[in-house]
């Protein structure tokens, strides 16, 4: 028999038990409104799906990748929920939970606790967007956002549109966009690492892939077969960590290894539609990983997400990499949006052999370009084998520590991004 998570299986309730054999209401909603996911002191994390109906809880779903008393808690806690008023139901209590199944071991009592927790949390996620629609950024006290004001040129729909996209990235501390002048220079490895870096140090992360032509951060990600949920409404980024979730255009492709040939204005309203619909909650960053060159989406995506908003350029250090940078710089000149820093990427070879570092390309290209255009210079990133054999697993090379050589770059990147002291407060 499988191992069932629980301490001694005769201390156990009938109701526990037949719970963790069967839970009720396991696995997510296809379509809800309210969803939370909560890690618990002991490590369990739990997530609820609400589905709501006339102020009353009509579905509730629920996973755990806890063992025994966390499925029992869970499945209690969805099947006292369901049916019930939000007030009632935002009532749940551990205790409740306990009561419902008859008790259980000592030890797992927190799991009842982590799912009324996780419960409660979802009806908030549910008043919380429910705020949200019915919201138009009047309760808003900032006194210099455009987006209060409906312009002279904009129809109505233009400017619920536009509103709307206000109110989603003003949850967003920093837009983080990763540039390159051309393609095949390791800009989505860098936004990758980046995001996970960025994740460790305990910052909320979201990483959002805007390449229509190539998304290839699911596969670096390690989430190519992750599934999008929605709400009809909202789209919900798939979870790597806590603190770091990722959306890729890629995802909603349906045959994602296939390039969508879009034109100039339909790709600017996909992108615009993309940035409203992703329910990312409250970030610190958001990394976007921008198609390469300074075309139509790096040009949409600079203009929509508004501020605070900066672009980091990856090059490698040839001098036809660089020559492309400048156009990238000046770009960023053109739309306003200030260059954060330059990174030289693929600089330089440690010998696995004896460790002496090898240039194969001229070295240093970034640092002097960066110079030249005035613009803060964030580091060399060396060619690591590792990179290559980290994408393949989707496994960003940095998630188990900083061992390698490219490791400890990304780290040190990220420490300089930090140090700049960017101001998060909107
Ligand atoms: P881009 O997004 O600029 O097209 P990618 O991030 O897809 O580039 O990287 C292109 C290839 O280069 C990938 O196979 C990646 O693993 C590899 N690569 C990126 N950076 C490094 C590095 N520092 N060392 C070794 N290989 C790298």
């Given at each position: 028999m499988?191992?069932?998570?629980?301490?001694?299986?005769?201390?156990?309730?009938?109701?526990?038990?037949?719970?963790?054999?069967?839970?009720?209401?396991?696995?997510?909603?296809?379509?809800?409104?309210?969803?939370?996911?909560?890690?618990?002191?002991?490590?369990?994390?739990?997530e609820?799906?609400?589905?709501?109906?006339?102020?009353r809880?009509?579905?509730?779903?629920?996973?755990?990748?806890?063992?025994?008393?966390s499925?029992?808690?869970?499945?209690?806690?969805t099947?006292?929920?369901?049916?019930?008023?939000?007030?009632?139901?935002?009532?749940?209590?551990?205790?409740d939970?306990?009561?419902?199944?008859?008790?259980?071991?000592?030890?797992?009592?927190?799991?009842?606790l982590?799912?009324?927790?996780?419960?409660?949390?979802?009806?908030?996620?549910?008043?919380?967007?429910?705020?949200?629609?019915?919201?138009?950024?009047?309760?808003?006290?900032?006194?210099?956002?455009?987006?209060?004001?409906?312009?002279?040129?904009?129809?109505?729909?233009?400017?619920?549109?536009?509103?709307?996209?206000?109110?989603?990235?003003?949850?967003?501390?920093?837009?983080?966009?990763?540039?390159?002048?051309?393609?095949?220079?390791?800009?989505?490895?860098?936004?990758?690492?980046?995001?996970?870096?960025?994740?460790?140090?305990?910052?909320?992360?979201g990483?959002?892939?805007?390449?229509?032509?190539?998304?290839?951060?699911?596969?670096?990600m390690?989430?190519?077969?992750?599934?999008?949920?929605?709400?009809?409404?909202?789209?919900?980024?798939?979870?790597?960590?806590?603190?770091?979730?990722?959306?890729?255009?890629?995802?909603?492709?349906?045959?994602?290894?296939?390039a969508?040939?879009?034109?100039?204005?339909?790709?600017?309203?996909?992108?615009?539609?993309?940035?409203?619909?992703?329910?990312?909650?409250?970030?610190?960053?958001?990394?976007?990983?921008?198609?390469?060159?300074?075309?139509?989406?790096?040009?949409?995506?600079?203009?929509?997400?508004?501020?605070?908003?900066?672009?980091?350029?990856?090059?490698?250090?040839?001098?036809?990499?660089?020559?492309?940078?400048?156009?990238?710089?000046?770009?960023?000149?053109?739309?306003?949006?200030?260059?954060?820093?330059?990174?030289?990427?693929?600089?330089?070879?440690?010998?696995?052999?004896?460790?002496?570092?090898?240039?194969?390309?001229?070295?240093?290209?970034g640092?002097?370009?960066?110079?030249?255009?005035?613009?803060?210079?964030?580091?060399?990133?060396?060619?690591d084998?590792?990179?290559?054999?980290?994408?393949?697993?989707?496994?960003?090379?940095v998630?188990?520590?900083?061992?390698?050589?490219?490791?400890?770059?990304?780290?040190?990147?990220?420490?300089?991004?930090?140090?700049?002291?960017?101001?998060?407060?909107?």
């Amino acid at each position: 028999m499988e191992d069932i998570g629980f301490p001694v299986q005769g201390q156990v309730s009938s109701q526990a038990l037949e719970r963790f054999e069967r839970p009720r209401n396991y696995g997510p909603l296809e379509s809800f409104d309210g969803h939370a996911r909560i890690t618990g002191p002991c490590g369990d994390t739990m997530e609820f799906w609400l589905q709501v109906r006339e102020g009353r809880i009509r579905e509730a779903g629920f996973t755990t990748d806890g063992c025994g008393p966390s499925r029992a808690a869970g499945s209690m806690a969805t099947e006292l929920a369901i049916g019930k008023p939000l007030v009632e139901a935002a009532r749940i209590e551990q205790a409740d939970v306990l009561a419902g199944l008859d008790g259980l071991p000592k030890e797992s009592e927190p799991c009842a606790l982590l799912a009324s927790n996780t419960l409660k949390a979802a009806i908030e996620d549910f008043r919380r967007r429910k705020a949200d629609k019915s919201g138009d950024c009047s309760r808003c006290e900032s006194t210099t956002c455009t987006s209060k004001q409906r312009r002279g040129d904009e129809s109505e729909e233009e400017f619920r549109q536009r509103q709307a996209l206000a109110r989603r990235m003003c949850q967003i501390g920093y837009k983080l966009l990763v540039l390159s002048g051309k393609g095949g220079v390791g800009k989505s490895t860098v936004a990758a690492n980046l995001a996970t870096v960025l994740a460790q140090t305990g910052k909320r992360v979201g990483l959002l892939d805007i390449d229509v032509h190539g998304p290839s951060i699911p596969r670096l990600m390690g989430v190519e077969t992750g599934r999008v949920l929605g709400t009809g409404e909202e789209l919900l980024p798939v979870r790597v960590s806590d603190k770091l979730a990722v959306m890729s255009i890629g995802f909603l492709l349906p045959d994602r290894r296939q390039a969508v040939i879009w034109r100039g204005p339909r790709k600017h309203g996909v992108i615009r539609q993309f940035l409203t619909d992703v329910a990312w909650g409250q970030l610190d960053y958001l990394v976007v990983d921008s198609p390469p060159g300074t075309g139509d989406e790096p040009m949409s995506i600079a203009q929509l997400v508004g501020s605070p908003a900066g672009a980091l350029i990856v090059t490698t250090p040839q001098e036809v990499a660089v020559s492309d940078v400048r156009r990238c710089v000046t770009f960023c000149g053109e739309v306003s949006l200030p260059v954060m820093g330059i990174l030289e990427n693929m600089s330089g070879l440690a010998c696995p052999k004896c460790g002496e570092r090898i240039d194969l390309f001229k070295r240093g290209g970034g640092m002097a370009l960066a110079q030249e255009m005035g613009a803060p210079f964030l580091g060399q990133i060396p060619i690591d084998p590792e990179v290559v054999t980290a994408g393949d697993a989707g496994i960003p090379l940095v998630r188990d520590g900083p061992q390698s050589p490219a490791a400890k770059a990304f780290t040190d990147v990220v420490r300089s991004i930090l140090a700049r002291n960017l101001d998060l407060e909107r």
